[in-house]
């Protein structure tokens, strides 16, 4: 099973290493003929504004967006999650808008620009290690949207169907289960096609 990672800016070497050491095999996406080759995506974080930009400029927006269209798993991280997001509070507008969410950019203030803390993930058993950096959070979800994890009565991490997303960083930490749980995702994505 390969899974993908969009690296056209941010962490991609580290997203890389999690999920082969969830089992699959990574491959960095530089084009978008790339994307046949692999049964899951994932898209860094990083600055959403800049990697907005490159993937209009490389063909990127629509080529994922068929991608979603074929059921195939996307795992969107920080810049990654608002890039997916069907809305961006404040008005500015979207990118792939796939995900029925509202997400808030640098949504938790200069004070606490970058922090690390346990969090709960549900379908996850032991507190998943979360790396915030000047991170985003989900306002508003659709009817289809499961919560996965609340932190100070905010959402960070949610899944819709085939999309899943996170406002923190699981790549910079040496815990890989929410890679896991993606891989997880793409396995069950394959099993259901056959
Ligand atoms: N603040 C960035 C943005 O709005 C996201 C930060 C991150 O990916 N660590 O795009």
């Known amino acids: ?20 050491k969830a089992g699959a095999e990574g491959l960095p996406i530089k084009r978008v003929e790339q994307l046949a ?3 899951g995506l994932i898209i860094p974080g990083g600055e959403s504004t800049t990697i907005g930009k490159l993937m209009r ?29 069907k809305r961006i509070a404040g008005g500015e507008p979207g990118h792939l808008e796939l995900m029925d969410i509202t997400v808030a950019r640098n949504a938790f203030g200069r004070q606490r620009e970058s922090f690390e803390c346990d ?4 379908g996850i058993n032991e507190p998943v290690r979360a790396v915030f950096i000047r991170a985003p959070l989900i306002n508003e979800t659709g009817p289809n949207v ?3 994890t609340v932190y100070n009565d905010e959402i960070v991490t949610a899944r819709e169907g085939n999309l899943l997303v996170s406002s923190f960083h ?10 896991q749980y993606f891989a997880d995702m793409v396995e069950a994505s394959l099993a259901a096609k056959q």
Not at 1 to 20: C, D, F, P, R, Y
Not at 170 to 179: A, G, K, N, V
């Open 57 to 85: 400029k490389y063909g990127f927006i629509e080529a994922i967006r068929d991608f979603a269209g074929l059921g195939k798993p996307i795992f969107g991280t920080c810049a990654g999650m608002i890039v997916l997001a």
């Open 146 to 148: 499961d919560v996965l």
């Open 1 to 20: 099973m390969k899974i993908g990672v969009l690296a056209l800016q941010g962490a991609v070497t580290e997203h890389i290493v999690s999920i082969e």
């Open 37 to 39: 080759e692999v049964q």
């Open 119 to 122: 969090l709960e993930v549900k």
């Open 170 to 179: 699981p790549e910079l930490t040496e815990d890989y289960r929410l890679h």
